[in-house]
């Protein structure tokens, strides 16, 4: 396969979450594209960056803070990989957004680190739809308890949810599966869909979406 060229595919995905929105009678920009900039080689993300692109996703916090401490000016910064307790002071402190919230001792910890700090970032509590054994995230049926957790013992204020379907399942009912779960409790934001399915996630009430590879090609 030839090499991606980000500005072009990143202008593609953005025409596509376009169309998949106005296919599903919303408002495209009721759909925030959180471009996954894990890993990437920053030539890759640099092209995207001056394209306008302002929303980026990171796995890892020390990698962020790497790679965007000195660029951080303007940007919106998603952290959506899994979140250290270790680290959540520095988390707290560097992204707008944590899509990780996933056990009671993460919620304690943040709720410790966003007294400190007097900011917080907005929270989106994360549920293993698939309830896979190796993936992070609250099960469905503990999620209502968790949530409520967060809110009245740890003060948190969760506007969302996260999830990651498994990847050998249609996406469609987990999509359907999270949403349902955020409309009972209130939560307006849904993050989901990725690369191979952020046009179903969309369908199915997906407020952002995350997109690595469609926008930067494979990670190195």
């Not at 969302?160 to 359907?176: N, R, S, T, Y």
């Not at 191979?196 to 369908?203: C, L, Q, V």
Request: one cysteine or more; charged letters at 25%; glycine letters at 8%.
């Amino acid at each position: 396969m030839p090499p991606i060229d980000p500005p072009a595919a990143y202008a593609d995905v953005v025409a596509r979450i376009a169309r998949a929105a106005q296919a599903a009678g919303r408002d495209p920009r009721d759909v925030e594209l959180v471009a996954v900039s894990k890993t990437q080689p920053w030539d890759a993300i640099a092209p995207v960056l001056a394209a306008g692109q302002k929303v980026f996703g990171e796995n890892r916090v020390q990698e962020a803070m790497e790679r965007w401490a000195e660029r951080r000016e303007g940007l919106t910064l998603h952290l959506i990989g899994p979140l250290q307790s270790n680290k959540a002071k520095e988390a707290v402190a560097f992204f707008d957004v944590i899509e990780t919230l996933d056990r009671e001792k993460i919620a304690r910890v943040l709720a410790e680190e966003i007294q400190k700090a007097g900011k917080a970032p907005a929270l989106y509590v994360q549920v293993n739809t698939g309830e896979e054994p190796q993936k992070a995230g609250v099960s469905p049926a503990d999620a209502d308890a968790f949530i409520a957790a967060a809110r009245s013992t740890y003060g948190l204020n969760p506007v969302g949810l996260m999830c990651i379907p498994p990847a050998e399942e249609p996406p469609g009912p987990h999509f359907a599966l999270l949403a349902k779960v955020a409309a009972r409790n209130g939560l307006a934001k849904l993050s989901m869909g990725m690369s191979g399915d952020f046009e179903t996630a969309i369908r199915f009430g997906a407020t952002s979406v995350r997109v690595g590879s469609a926008v930067f090609g494979a990670r190195g």
